[in-house]
């Protein structure tokens, strides 16, 4: 028999029984059981448990109980719901980290504590910290109707009982959250739209959630015990097996097959599984199975595959075409290169027959009209042969290698010089590092590029010509820069096209195929061209090869 703050009380329960059997409970259910069981073994008219809330740094009052005969306000008692270090009785405790014994609560008690009693207040108080590893996780706060001195023997029973509240809470805490993590569990696994399975190692089906019943078409009970092999179609039964061995076999790897199942409305579907041994773990013991149903995919795969092989016959026939097609350019080419030369060359030789012949009959007048029917002649016979290098460059293949840049425009400088008269054009080279093509193709390109500065800027007081270029790490800009007539940017766009003319032939002359080619043979480099010019300040085209293979 014990004698607490001023009454007897027999051993009608064990409070650390209650606490311990309490477990089971919520801490909101526990909590009311544990205070008054003390209450009433006590003699105690009322108590609080406060529980240190880590993240806001203060203490949350967590439950509470009082006599039935001690009038309470519950309005003031539902606004004492939390304290800081320091305030009130449970504060003081955190605070001093020891036991608090207070004999004349008219001198201590706050305000809030004071307003929670309507009829007869408590005369004094027993605050105790509550600890779980020598850790304060919270303080028990009792009260009594009568004033006696502090017992240290029931203080260090209290204190005692408040180490294993502690460990209770603690348990308490841990048993909640795992039923909160064991709800969340579940909650993921009934809304998940895979169908999760748990098997024996026979591969009969132990448990099954409620998304098994979409995708097998069977209710939960209708699965319950019968084998996952069953469900699927005969050819199909190895692969259902060979994943629940390989699972067996394989326990830290989880195995995966997709099979075929016959649903329960008659249909067959596909289905995805992913099988993961976990024999070991007590609270499972079985193969968990993953299923997902891939019938969609599946059936887009399949289209997919036959559209990829009408695609490929598609290719192969637009291939053929293109060979023909080929075929017919080249023999289109043969009759310009022969057909059309034909009567290109009467026209010119019997004009020259008749200058030659006839010059006296014809006058001067008939003489200069036949001279104007021979340039015409020849510059259609240029023409005809600046278009067929065109489309054979078109279809040319192109052996890439690494060209010499420099090298390449060194001797096309030199060739230049010989065979035109441009003794008068300074022309400046600067660094032109080496690129990847076609050897015969680039210097095509530089050779109309040059001979197109040369010919657009010799009228110049000053004529100069600069080739150089703009190092990159993928491509080089290399360009061709002169200062000569330059001509109108917004007509820049019809430059590159075949037969396009933006000076007069009489001034210039030329074709209008060159800088067609240009552009064909850069673009079937990977590459970019582009100008910049302005009338009467001279033109810069720049174009882009590539460094390495593309």
Known sequence: MITLAGQTSADEQNPIDSMNTSTEHSLQEAGPMILQTLCIIGGWRGGELWKFDTHRKMLLNVSHWFSPSQQVDISALMKRQSVISGQGIPGKVWAQGKAKWITDLSHDMNADEGEIFNGKKPKGALGIPIRNNN????????????????????????????NQIGDFLKRAEMEESLRESEKRLRALIENSSDAIMVLNTKGDIQYSSTSSEKIFGYTTEELTERNLVSFSVKDDQSSVMDLITGCLVNTETAGSSQFRICHKNGTIRWV????????????????????????????????????????????LERTAELQHANKELETF???????????????DGFSRELVEKHS????????????IIRDKTRK????????????????????????????????IIEEVRRTNDYAHVT??????????????????????????????????????????SIPGSEQHTYFVKDNGVGFDPNHAAKLFGVFQRLHSAKDFEGTGVGLAIVQRIVHRHHGNIWTETQPGKGATFYFTLPTHHV
Do not use: C
């Open 135 to 162: 850790i304060l996780t919270g303080v028990l706060l009792l009260f009594s109707t009568t004033t006696q001195k502090p017992d240290g023997d029931t203080v260090e029973l209290y204190v005692s009982l408040g």
């Open 272 to 315: 995805e599984s992913i099988a993961t041994n976990l024999m070991s773990e007590p609270s499972i013991r079985g193969i968990v199975i993953n299923t997902r149903d891939v019938t969609d995919w599946k059936e887009s795969e399949e289209k997919i595959m036959r559209l990829n092989e009408t695609l490929e016959q598609r290719v």
């Open 333 to 347: 080419s043969y009759s310009i290169s022969h057909d059309l030369r034909s009567p290109l060359r009467a026209i």
């Open 360 to 371: 006296p009959r014809l006058g001067d007048e008939g003489t200069h009209y036949l001279q």
């Open 380 to 411: 259609m016979g240029t023409m005809i042969d600046d278009l067929l290098e065109f489309a054979r460059i078109s279809r040319q293949d192109i052996r890439t290698e690494t060209v010499d840049i420099g090298g390449l425009v060194k001797g």
């Open 427 to 468: 022309i400046v080279v600067k660094e032109l590092p080496p690129a990847l093509g076609s050897t015969s193709l680039l210097r095509q390109v530089f050779v109309n590029l040059i001979e197109n500065a040369l010919k657009f800027s010799r009228n110049e007081s000053n004529p100069e010509v600069t080739l150089g």
